[in-house]
């Protein structure tokens, strides 16, 4: 897929750049010419949203930055003075933070297509195990970006995932002062977190970019989960990708909107709207609503250290999904059985969120063991048995066959 | 599919039974209209000034507004008043400013471009004088509250966009204060209320009816001095809710209109290989859908 480009310079200013710098070639070869399978459906387009998300949250993020001041004492008033002083500051502010909410829903439905169509399977694991990557730099600038406005949320989310750190044996607590600069969370704290959230979106960007080469060199999946044969099965990227990605985008945009013109706070807690106060422990400590399926791990399991490393497997266990599910088909609509197991694990995910957000109390810290030991068991159990003894169905001889009988199919 | 359906019907049983599991709650906070509720929601004026006077005539004595200037009155989409009108109840408040050329501090009328002064020097201070317990500032007091309603409500707010739990228990705790219950102990120095959380509460029932008095004409009673102040706190909290929900629609109507434009670019693009099988399979036999 990433042979030779085919772009042919038409003016005379092009050709001698071309020939020096082949620049506008490989936008040519990456963005235009680029061979697209012709089935991809619009699960497929939320790889660009999470580009769009991206540059959106680091364009809204560079302006905001001009008007805080990372300072314990002054970041609560800083954000304020945002909203209530600088000039659309609330309209920046509330892109931001609803910007975040909004970047890992489309990164949760990215993935989530990726393991329905098997998308992380030869030879795509190097593409696959790059976005878990970019997925924990985004869970970390998230994380981080939480604690700038310095609320109560802020200032108690960074007390207890820090202090997930102290849990390591013998160095942990020299551990968790090194992190803080400090004996508790505070304003060495704040500055440093402020200093990784401006990095890491960056450092997100340039694994962006690796995800991206991995993905113009092995091709995309598609529903079918068969590599395309020819241009038969294929369509360029531009017009087709470009103009149906854009639709994507715009009904994403939509979304979005909504959140930030009438429920700008709904994602977020009231209780980051009270100045942080070290003396004042909030009744519930909860992270933002993308941690809590982690969070409902953690707090599963009665051992600090058990507990965290769960939570680390949680996440580290995807690195190791190309490997877990052998099976040589990689669509789910050729794994009937594979698919229900899916949607199971989609349900389990969902309730480990819902349990996350409540006490861990009663019933509902046994439901979050029974769905912990679920969601591991879906990666170690089922994955590998299902790879040996599910009975898959045909596959298409070709994507074009196979985008032919879906019509079919209703 | 019908397997796929049965499980989501699983799944939303077990969810829906969840909420059984927790602690039975207490009596939850009771809806309130409000103006500025909704996609076209609006700051009442004439409820923003009346609630400005509660809180000044009432609430000031001990509660703090530090993020507010006094600009912001007659600023667009707040209390309506005009600039000479905000600069007058400016001049009102003593501020204290300097130092001046000989090193000292000094009082001065305050101006339109000064903060509420506090009613304390410091929290120590407040402190002091409301025993032992810190009255919050309450600038973004009306954002900073909540109440729980447990369940999958929160679902159903994503649709009717019901964001107004903040001040719904503002109105519900001023309101709240009752005899306790037999037994039920308040702390020394605390009273009951139905609605805080842990239903001891510092500050005294502040509102009784005929305590402050309206010039427009609005019942003095202490239901609406509570749903007046309320509504004055919630725009002191959120100054340009107005303007993000005019600006909302101006971007929902234009995202649409691009959505539409988009969707038959995109129908029309596609339709030179969707509309030709031909297309993708090159043999007649494929042809016939």
């Not at chain 1, 092995?218 to 017009?239: C, L, M, S, Y």
């Not at chain 1, 965290?308 to 789910?332: E, H, M, N, Q, T």
């Not at chain 2, 005539?57 to 009155?73: G, M, P, T």
């Not at chain 2, 219950?181 to 009273?191: I, M, S, T």
């Amino acid at each position: 897929m990433s042979g030779h480009s085919t772009y042919q310079p038409q003016n005379a200013f092009m050709k001698w750049m071309e020939a020096r710098l082949p620049i506008a070639g490989l936008v040519h070869s990456s963005f235009i010419a680029y061979p697209t399978p012709r089935n991809l459906n619009y699960w497929w387009t939320f790889g660009g949203i999470l580009s769009f998300m991206l540059a959106a949250q680091i364009i809204t993020g560079i302006v905001l930055v001009m008007h805080y001041t990372p300072h314990e004492t002054m970041a609560f008033n800083s954000v304020e003075h945002i909203m209530r002083d600088v000039n659309f500051g609330w309209l920046l502010r509330y892109l931001h933070s609803n910007g975040a909410s909004m970047f890992f829903i489309a990164v949760y439905i990215h993935m989530f297509r990726g393991m329905y169509y098997g998308s992380y399977k030869a030879p795509r694991e190097v593409l696959w195990i790059l976005g878990v990557i970019i997925y924990l730099l985004m869970m970390a600038t998230g994380f981080l970006g939480y604690t700038l406005p310095w609320g109560q949320m802020s200032f108690w989310g960074a007390t207890v995932i820090t202090n997930f750190f102290s849990a390591i044996p013998v160095v942990g607590e020299t551990v968790v002062t090194w992190l803080w600069g400090g004996y508790s969370v505070g304003n060495p704290t704040l500055q440093r977190f402020f200093s990784l959230h401006y990095l890491l979106p960056f450092v997100i960007a340039g694994v962006v970019v690796l995800h991206v080469w991995a993905l113009h060199v092995v091709g995309q999946n598609n529903p079918a989960g068969i590599e395309p044969k020819g241009d038969r099965d294929t369509v360029p990227f531009t017009p087709y990708a470009t103009v149906k990605d854009a639709f994507g985008m715009v009904c994403f945009m939509l979304f979005f909107a909504y959140f930030v013109f009438y429920l700008p706070n709904y994602l977020g807690h009231a209780d980051n709207y009270i100045p942080a106060n070290p003396a004042v422990t909030p009744a519930h400590i909860v992270p933002e609503w993308y941690y809590l399926p982690f969070y409902a791990i953690l707090r599963a399991i009665p051992n600090k250290l058990l507990g965290v490393i769960a939570l680390f497997a949680s996440i580290g266990i995807l690195v190791f999904l190309p490997w877990l599910d052998s099976s040589k088909v990689r669509s789910a609509r050729y794994r009937p059985l594979f698919r229900q197991f899916f949607w199971i694990f989609v349900a389990v995910c969902l309730g480990l969120g819902y349990l996350g957000a409540k006490p861990a109390e009663g019933g509902y810290v046994i439901a979050s063991q029974i769905l912990t030991f679920y969601y591991f068991a879906h990666f170690l159990i089922i994955l590998p048995l299902l790879s040996r003894f599910e009975k898959t169905r045909p596959l298409p001889n070709s994507i074009s066959e196979s985008v032919l009988k879906a019509p079919a199919k209703h | 599919m019908t397997m796929q359906r049965s499980l989501l019907a699983f799944a939303l049983m077990i969810g829906l039974a969840a909420p059984a599991l927790a602690a039975e709650q207490g009596e939850l906070p009771p809806k309130q209209k409000w103006s500025f509720a909704g996609p076209f929601g609006k700051y009442d004026r004439g409820q923003l000034q009346r609630g400005f006077k509660v809180y000044r005539e009432v609430c000031q004595a001990c509660h703090s507004l530090s993020l507010l200037s006094f600009r912001n009155l007659a600023e667009p989409g707040g209390p309506g008043f005009t600039v000479p009108q905000a600069a007058a109840i400016a001049a009102e408040y003593k501020v204290q400013d300097g130092p001046n050329d000989a090193g000292e501090m000094f009082e001065r009328a305050g101006r339109l471009a000064d903060r509420f002064p506090k009613p304390f020097p410091n929290d120590n201070a407040a402190r002091a004088a409301n025993n032992g317990a810190l009255p919050p500032d309450l600038s973004v007091i009306a954002k900073a509250r909540t109440y729980e309603r447990g369940g999958f409500w929160f679902l159903l707010d994503l649709v009717t966009q019901y964001v107004e739990q903040g001040p719904d228990y503002i109105v519900a705790v001023l309101t709240g204060y009752a005899d306790a219950p037999k037994d039920f102990k308040v702390p020394e120095g605390n009273h009951y209320n139905k609605f805080f959380p842990g239903h001891a509460i510092g500050m005294p029932n502040p509102l009784s009816d005929g305590q402050v008095t309206y010039d427009d004409g609005a019942p003095q009673t202490a239901q609406q001095y509570a749903k007046d102040v309320t509504g004055f706190l919630m725009w002191a909290a959120e100054p340009h809710l107005e303007a993000r929900k005019r600006l909302g629609m101006q971007v929902m109507i234009f995202l649409l209109v691009l959505a539409g434009l988009m969707y038959f670019t995109k129908k029309k693009v596609w339709a030179a290989v969707k509309g030709r099988p031909e297309m993708l399979e090159g043999k007649p036999s494929a042809t016939k859908h």
